[in-house]
């Protein structure tokens, strides 16, 4: 499960650009960052989680523009 986040006031207003969702099971930061075109590092970086670490959270998944 995912949800959309919109940015409003920009010039992308109402357009989807980042994603929350949690990590299904089994699934890794890096098959989240390749689903989503964006970079497993930035996912870390934007959501604060420290190398090797599992998140059972929502995180924030930024799309590279």
Known sequence: PELR???MGNRNAGKSIDIMRRL???E???DVA???RTD???IRAV???E???VPDKMLLI???R
Do not use: C, D, F, M
Request: no cysteine.
């Open 47 to 49: 959501n604060q989680l």
């Open 62 to 64: 930024p799309r590279v």
């Open 40 to 42: 497993e590092e930035l």
């Open 34 to 36: 390749k689903q989503y």
């Open 51 to 53: 190398e090797g670490t």
């Open 24 to 26: 299904a099971e089994g």
């Open 5 to 7: 986040v919109e940015l």
């Open 28 to 30: 890794s930061l890096w």
